[in-house]
């Protein structure tokens, strides 16, 4: 059965930079789509990063363009999130999901079934 394992989050301080990681295993041929999404709490869950593996594009929320990088390793099905000048307004649980998706992948999670557990990030 399909696998997300997270890991990366912790705390850091306003500026600073942070490198989550999404191990992804058992999932099917045509799944094309990895995401990032965050929830802060009484929020709702918002994405913050997609990757489309089929036509390797990504895209941001515009809260995170231009400081967050998504990438992928194929070789070790993993997806990671490259966070940089952080903010106090970035802090939250960070979740990482997979899915099928057109050329674009939804920013929105509820087209997508498959979830981790989710890594906590705090930024003061």
């Known amino acids: 059965h399909v696998q997300l394992v997270e890991s990366g989050g912790g705390s850091v301080a306003a500026g600073g930079s942070l490198r989550l990681s999404c191990a992804a295993s058992g999932y099917g041929y045509g799944t094309n789509c990895m995401a990032w999404f965050r929830q802060a709490p009484g929020q709702e869950r918002e994405g913050v990063a997609t990757?489309?593996?089929?036509?390797?594009?990504?895209f941001y929320a515009d809260s995170v363009r231009g400081r967050f990088t998504i990438s992928r390793d194929n070789a070790e099905m993993s997806v990671y999130l490259q966070m940089d000048s952080l903010k106090p307004e970035d802090s939250g649980m960070y979740y990482c999901a997979i899915g099928v998706g057109s050329w674009q992948c939804p920013i929105a999670p509820q087209p997508y079934p498959h979830w981790g557990q989710g890594t906590q990030v705090t930024v003061s």
């Open positions: 990757f489309n593996t089929r036509v390797l594009t990504q």
